[in-house]
């Protein structure tokens, strides 16, 4: 399964008035691939079924960007999920994000699993963490 890779162009209101993508966008560009991995891993609708089937969600608990070189508008990138880190009630995202070839930004997004009655951390599903890894 990994890596996974998702592709999309910079859309022009994802820029900043110096015209390259706003460096919080880096972070919706790493979900946008972790929602589209969810859905290849679990099949129909990804990322809703997990509290639909699995009566998990999961939560941001940590994210971290390091930009590497600037992205302007209309360029085709490949957001990249290189690696997951499994614990138990969290896992962690390594991304990267090239341009031709040319990495321009990494980081990495913690997720931790919760009920979503209580919003308290519980327990990765054994079938989630057997689709991850």
Not at 6 to 23: A, K, T
Not at 49 to 58: I, M, S, T
Not at 60 to 85: H, W
Not at 87 to 97: C, K, R, V, Y
């Amino acid at each position: 399964m990994l890596p996974f890779t998702h592709s999309l162009r910079v859309r022009y209101n994802e820029c900043d008035p110096q015209g390259i993508v706003f460096n919080a966008n880096f972070l919706l560009y790493f979900d946008i691939a972790c929602t589209e991995m969810w859905r290849e891993i679990l099949g129909g609708a990804g990322y809703p079924d997990l509290a639909g089937k699995h009566g998990v969600d999961v939560v941001v608990a940590e994210a971290n960007v390091k930009y590497l070189a600037p992205v302007s508008f209309d360029e085709a990138l490949d957001i990249t999920i290189e690696s997951v880190d499994l614990g138990t009630t969290s896992m962690t995202w390594n991304l990267a994000i090239t341009r031709e070839g040319q990495r321009v930004t990494e980081g990495h997004v913690r997720n931790v699993f919760i009920s979503p009655e209580t919003w308290k951390p519980v327990e990765m599903p054994a079938e989630v963490r057997e689709a991850l890894a």
